[in-house]
């Protein structure tokens, strides 16, 4: 919630004071003297300019050529001969599927041997435990009642008129 009273009172706040801007800017066009003219400027008389001096570029000095290197030429037939791919005949029918698949020998599995019996872990002595002490109690403490509260008004207080008008 306070987050968003904090966002109102940012919004009021700059919508007064652009109000409030607005407003003073307007006066101060109202109000505000015309600004004088400019004094005009005399132009520089218009005449012909002299000519630029010729610069002369050196030429620019010719790169010498890169040796040509020759490659010796490759040999046309430089790929050995692949055999030809024969022609496989192409089967127009599959042979048929069995219809009973055969049987598999049952595996054999060894006779299960006995386990060791498991180990007896000793017996524990029967003793009894003593009783656990009792925590002491912490101490009842009684507070002081609160003070109560004045009502609220339920109506709107009236201000008697026996009193005289206040003088200007």
């Not at 001096?53 to 046309?76: D, E, G, R």
């Not at 002491?136 to 207080?157: D, E, F, Q, R």
Request: charged letters at 5%.
């Amino acid at each position: 919630m306070a987050k968003h009273s904090f966002l109102l009172c940012m919004i009021v706040l700059l919508s007064i004071s652009s109000f409030e801007m607005s407003m003073a800017a307007r006066h101060l066009l109202q109000t505000f003297p015309p600004l004088p003219a400019m004094p005009r400027v005399p132009t520089p008389p218009q005449g012909a300019l002299p000519p630029l001096p010729k610069l002369s570029i050196p030429p620019m000095p010719s790169l010498p050529k890169p040796p040509q290197s020759t490659f010796p030429p490759l040999p046309s037939n430089s790929f050995p001969i692949m055999p030809a791919v024969t022609n496989l005949p192409k089967p127009t029918t599959l042979p048929p599927l069995p219809s009973t698949l055969p049987q598999m020998p049952a595996p054999t599995l060894p006779k299960p041997t006995s386990l060791p019996p498991l180990p007896v872990s000793p017996a524990l002595p029967n003793t009894a435990l003593p009783p656990m002490p009792s925590m002491p109690s912490a101490p009842k403490m009684t507070l002081a009642p609160l003070p109560t509260a004045p009502a609220a008004p339920t109506g709107i207080p009236t201000i008697s008129s026996a009193a005289p008008a206040p003088s200007l």
